[in-house]
Protein backbone atom coordinates (compact mmCIF):
# COMPACT_ATOMS: atom_id res chain seq x y z
CA UNK A 1 0.00 0.00 0.00
CA UNK A 2 1.51 3.52 -0.88
CA UNK A 3 1.65 6.06 1.82
CA UNK A 4 -0.89 8.70 2.55
CA UNK A 5 -1.40 11.74 1.35
CA UNK A 6 -1.41 15.23 3.28
CA UNK A 7 -4.13 16.73 2.38
CA UNK A 8 -5.09 20.16 3.98
CA UNK A 9 -8.03 21.92 2.80
CA UNK A 10 -9.09 25.46 4.50
CA UNK A 11 -12.08 27.25 3.53
CA UNK A 12 -11.22 31.00 2.62
CA UNK A 13 -13.54 33.71 1.45
CA UNK A 14 -13.45 33.28 -1.90
CA UNK A 15 -13.45 29.05 -2.02
CA UNK A 16 -11.90 26.11 -0.05
CA UNK A 17 -8.24 25.93 -0.96
CA UNK A 18 -6.89 22.04 -1.37
CA UNK A 19 -3.43 21.18 -1.35
CA UNK A 20 -2.40 17.85 -1.46
CA UNK A 21 1.15 16.25 -1.36
CA UNK A 22 0.96 12.82 -2.84
CA UNK A 23 3.99 10.34 -1.78
CA UNK A 24 5.02 8.66 -5.14
CA UNK A 25 7.94 7.93 -7.40
CA UNK A 26 7.18 9.35 -10.68
CA UNK A 27 9.50 7.52 -12.84
CA UNK A 28 9.74 8.55 -16.11
CA UNK A 29 10.55 5.38 -18.20
CA UNK A 30 13.26 7.57 -19.69
CA UNK A 31 16.25 6.47 -16.43
CA UNK A 32 18.89 3.50 -16.77
CA UNK A 33 19.61 2.07 -13.85
CA UNK A 34 23.23 1.31 -12.86
CA UNK A 35 23.36 -1.93 -15.57
CA UNK A 36 21.81 0.80 -17.88
CA UNK A 37 18.68 -0.71 -18.21
CA UNK A 38 15.78 1.90 -18.88
CA UNK A 39 13.82 1.78 -15.57
CA UNK A 40 10.12 1.25 -16.45
CA UNK A 41 7.39 4.21 -16.58
CA UNK A 42 5.53 4.39 -13.22
CA UNK A 43 3.68 7.14 -12.46
CA UNK A 44 0.30 8.19 -11.43
CA UNK A 45 -1.53 8.91 -14.58
CA UNK A 46 -5.43 10.07 -13.01
CA UNK A 47 -6.48 12.41 -9.35
CA UNK A 48 -9.73 12.66 -8.88
CA UNK A 49 -11.05 15.16 -5.88
CA UNK A 50 -14.27 15.12 -5.05
CA UNK A 51 -16.87 16.91 -1.88
CA UNK A 52 -20.05 15.79 -1.17
CA UNK A 53 -20.67 13.18 -3.99
CA UNK A 54 -19.60 15.76 -6.61
CA UNK A 55 -15.98 15.83 -8.73
CA UNK A 56 -14.60 19.45 -7.99
CA UNK A 57 -10.82 18.03 -9.83
CA UNK A 58 -10.01 15.44 -11.92
CA UNK A 59 -6.37 15.49 -13.64
CA UNK A 60 -4.33 13.39 -15.97
CA UNK A 61 -0.81 13.61 -15.12
CA UNK A 62 2.27 12.15 -17.78
CA UNK A 63 5.19 11.07 -16.02
CA UNK A 64 6.86 14.68 -15.94
CA UNK A 65 4.95 15.72 -13.11
CA UNK A 66 7.71 15.69 -10.03
CA UNK A 67 8.38 12.76 -7.70
CA UNK A 68 5.87 13.33 -4.32
CA UNK A 69 3.67 15.47 -6.40
CA UNK A 70 1.92 18.46 -5.36
CA UNK A 71 -1.79 19.87 -5.92
CA UNK A 72 -3.01 23.20 -5.46
CA UNK A 73 -6.39 24.61 -6.60
CA UNK A 74 -9.55 26.11 -5.09
CA UNK A 75 -13.06 25.33 -5.27
CA UNK A 76 -16.86 27.02 -4.29
CA UNK A 77 -19.14 25.44 -2.12
CA UNK A 78 -17.86 23.89 0.69
CA UNK A 79 -17.41 25.13 3.94
CA UNK A 80 -15.93 24.00 6.98
CA UNK A 81 -16.40 20.43 8.77
CA UNK A 82 -16.92 19.13 5.04
CA UNK A 83 -15.20 16.21 3.82
CA UNK A 84 -13.19 15.86 0.99
CA UNK A 85 -11.98 12.58 -1.20
CA UNK A 86 -8.59 12.61 -2.85
CA UNK A 87 -7.96 9.47 -5.24
CA UNK A 88 -4.90 9.06 -7.43
CA UNK A 89 -4.20 5.81 -9.86
CA UNK A 90 -1.06 5.26 -11.38
CA UNK A 91 -0.18 3.47 -14.23
CA UNK A 92 0.62 0.00 -12.71
CA UNK A 93 -2.67 0.08 -10.70
CA UNK A 94 -1.93 0.81 -8.18
CA UNK A 95 -4.36 3.28 -5.90
CA UNK A 96 -4.91 5.30 -2.83
CA UNK A 97 -7.78 7.38 -1.47
CA UNK A 98 -7.39 9.84 1.63
CA UNK A 99 -10.11 11.83 3.07
CA UNK A 100 -9.43 14.67 4.33
CA UNK A 101 -11.90 17.32 6.75
CA UNK A 102 -12.27 21.05 5.73
CA UNK A 103 -10.87 23.62 8.10
CA UNK B 1 -21.14 27.06 -17.21
CA UNK B 2 -20.71 23.78 -18.49
CA UNK B 3 -23.51 22.63 -21.06
CA UNK B 4 -25.40 19.59 -19.72
CA UNK B 5 -24.35 17.56 -22.08
CA UNK B 6 -20.82 17.72 -21.34
CA UNK B 7 -21.68 17.59 -17.94
CA UNK B 8 -23.13 14.14 -18.01
CA UNK B 9 -20.50 12.81 -20.33
CA UNK B 10 -17.92 13.76 -17.66
CA UNK B 11 -19.39 12.79 -14.49
CA UNK B 12 -22.15 10.29 -15.18
CA UNK B 13 -20.37 7.01 -14.44
CA UNK B 14 -19.03 8.00 -11.36
CA UNK B 15 -22.37 10.96 -10.35
CA UNK B 16 -24.59 7.97 -11.16
CA UNK B 17 -22.94 4.90 -9.46
CA UNK B 18 -22.46 7.18 -6.56
CA UNK B 19 -25.70 8.77 -6.14
CA UNK B 20 -27.60 5.57 -6.27
CA UNK B 21 -24.91 3.90 -3.46
CA UNK B 22 -24.22 1.24 -5.82
CA UNK B 23 -20.91 1.89 -5.37
CA UNK B 24 -18.37 3.55 -3.22
CA UNK B 25 -17.30 7.14 -4.70
CA UNK B 26 -13.76 5.77 -4.71
CA UNK B 27 -14.55 2.48 -6.74
CA UNK B 28 -16.72 4.16 -8.79
CA UNK B 29 -13.63 6.87 -9.58
CA UNK B 30 -11.25 4.27 -10.13
CA UNK B 31 -13.38 2.84 -12.74
CA UNK B 32 -13.78 6.13 -14.53
CA UNK B 33 -10.11 7.06 -15.52
CA UNK B 34 -9.61 8.14 -18.50
CA UNK B 35 -5.91 8.63 -20.00
CA UNK B 36 -4.92 10.31 -23.50
CA UNK B 37 -2.52 8.20 -24.61
CA UNK B 38 -1.81 10.08 -27.56
CA UNK B 39 -1.98 13.18 -26.21
CA UNK B 40 0.58 12.23 -23.36
CA UNK B 41 2.92 10.38 -26.39
CA UNK B 42 3.15 13.89 -28.39
CA UNK B 43 5.98 15.74 -29.19
CA UNK B 44 5.04 19.25 -29.46
CA UNK B 45 2.47 22.05 -28.97
CA UNK B 46 0.29 21.36 -32.21
CA UNK B 47 0.43 17.81 -31.64
CA UNK B 48 -0.96 17.76 -28.20
CA UNK B 49 -3.43 19.88 -28.76
CA UNK B 50 -4.96 18.00 -32.13
CA UNK B 51 -4.76 14.96 -29.60
CA UNK B 52 -6.76 16.65 -27.10
CA UNK B 53 -9.41 17.35 -30.39
CA UNK B 54 -8.85 20.99 -30.97
CA UNK B 55 -6.90 23.01 -33.60
CA UNK B 56 -4.42 25.86 -33.45
CA UNK B 57 -4.61 27.58 -30.09
CA UNK B 58 -5.05 31.31 -29.92
CA UNK B 59 -2.42 33.57 -27.78
CA UNK B 60 -3.71 34.76 -24.92
CA UNK B 61 -3.13 37.65 -22.66
CA UNK B 62 -6.16 36.02 -19.99
CA UNK B 63 -3.81 33.28 -18.47
CA UNK B 64 -1.27 33.50 -16.47
CA UNK B 65 1.29 30.83 -15.61
CA UNK B 66 3.09 31.24 -12.20
CA UNK B 67 6.97 29.64 -12.70
CA UNK B 68 10.15 30.69 -11.67
CA UNK B 69 12.08 32.60 -14.48
CA UNK B 70 15.29 30.53 -13.35
CA UNK B 71 14.35 26.64 -12.05
CA UNK B 72 17.83 25.70 -10.09
CA UNK B 73 16.69 21.93 -10.50
CA UNK B 74 14.75 20.80 -13.19
CA UNK B 75 13.29 17.83 -10.99
CA UNK B 76 10.94 19.99 -9.55
CA UNK B 77 10.10 22.75 -11.33
CA UNK B 78 6.86 24.79 -9.33
CA UNK B 79 4.21 26.00 -12.15
CA UNK B 80 1.19 27.27 -11.36
CA UNK B 81 -1.69 28.11 -14.21
CA UNK B 82 -4.46 30.65 -13.50
CA UNK B 83 -6.72 31.50 -16.41
CA UNK B 84 -9.33 34.76 -16.67
CA UNK B 85 -10.91 32.89 -20.27
CA UNK B 86 -14.74 32.86 -18.60
CA UNK B 87 -15.90 29.19 -18.82
CA UNK B 88 -12.58 27.38 -18.54
CA UNK B 89 -12.94 23.82 -18.77
CA UNK B 90 -9.66 22.31 -18.84
CA UNK B 91 -5.76 23.43 -18.32
CA UNK B 92 -3.08 21.75 -19.62
CA UNK B 93 0.89 21.88 -18.59
CA UNK B 94 3.42 21.60 -21.29
CA UNK B 95 7.10 21.55 -21.56
CA UNK B 96 8.48 22.06 -25.41
CA UNK B 97 11.45 20.15 -25.14
CA UNK B 98 10.37 17.53 -22.58
CA UNK B 99 10.89 14.10 -24.05
CA UNK B 100 6.70 14.09 -24.35
CA UNK B 101 5.24 17.94 -24.06
CA UNK B 102 2.59 16.93 -21.91
CA UNK B 103 2.94 17.27 -18.15
CA UNK B 104 -0.47 17.62 -16.48
CA UNK B 105 -3.80 17.89 -18.13
CA UNK B 106 -6.51 19.06 -15.53
CA UNK B 107 -10.16 19.65 -15.75
CA UNK B 108 -12.13 22.12 -14.30
CA UNK B 109 -15.67 21.37 -13.51
CA UNK B 110 -18.10 24.95 -12.66
CA UNK B 111 -17.40 25.99 -9.37
CA UNK B 112 -13.63 25.08 -9.52
CA UNK B 113 -11.72 28.09 -10.03
CA UNK B 114 -9.42 27.69 -12.96
CA UNK B 115 -6.30 28.33 -10.99
CA UNK B 116 -3.77 25.58 -10.37
CA UNK B 117 -0.48 24.57 -9.27
CA UNK B 118 1.49 21.78 -9.39
CA UNK B 119 5.45 20.65 -9.50
CA UNK B 120 6.60 19.48 -12.66
CA UNK B 121 9.87 17.98 -14.25
CA UNK B 122 12.00 19.87 -16.55
CA UNK B 123 14.63 17.98 -18.77
CA UNK B 124 16.52 21.91 -19.85
CA UNK B 125 15.61 25.41 -20.41
CA UNK B 126 12.61 25.40 -22.21
CA UNK B 127 9.52 27.21 -23.02
CA UNK B 128 6.25 26.02 -20.69
CA UNK B 129 3.03 26.15 -22.13
CA UNK B 130 -0.34 26.72 -20.23
CA UNK B 131 -3.04 25.25 -22.94
CA UNK B 132 -6.44 26.42 -21.88
CA UNK B 133 -9.85 24.78 -22.98
CA UNK B 134 -12.65 27.53 -22.82
CA UNK B 135 -15.68 27.04 -24.57
CA UNK B 136 -14.40 24.20 -27.00
CA UNK B 137 -11.99 26.60 -28.13
CA UNK B 138 -8.25 26.51 -27.08
CA UNK B 139 -5.58 28.88 -25.93
CA UNK B 140 -2.47 29.15 -24.91
CA UNK B 141 0.50 31.47 -22.99
CA UNK B 142 4.07 30.94 -23.14
CA UNK B 143 6.54 31.11 -20.29
CA UNK B 144 10.41 30.38 -20.85
CA UNK B 145 11.92 28.90 -17.69
CA UNK B 146 15.80 28.26 -17.17
CA UNK B 147 16.83 24.59 -16.22
CA UNK B 148 20.25 25.15 -14.30
CA UNK B 149 20.01 21.08 -13.50
CA UNK B 150 18.04 19.24 -15.56
CA UNK B 151 15.59 16.75 -14.15
CA UNK B 152 16.51 13.42 -15.93
CA UNK B 153 18.88 12.33 -13.86
CA UNK B 154 17.10 11.07 -10.80
Redesign the interface.
Known amino acids: MPDPMRIRATAQPD?VDVRVLMSHE?E?G??RDGAGKLVPAHFI??V?V?HA???????????????N?????????GKKGDEI?V?W?DNKGE?R?DKATIA | MQTRREFVQ??SL??AL??IGLLG??QA??QA????KAA?EAKNLAEVVKALGGSAPAESKDITITAPDIAENG????V?VASKIPNTQTVHIL?EK???A????????A???A????????GQTSNVYAVVKAADKYYVATKEIKVTLG????
Request: glycine share 12%; with cysteine.
Open positions: GMTQRSNTSGKVVLSAEWGPAVAKPYLQFKFQGTTVTT | SSVGAATELAQPWNFAVVPGVNPNLAAGFNIPGTENVATRIKMGCGG
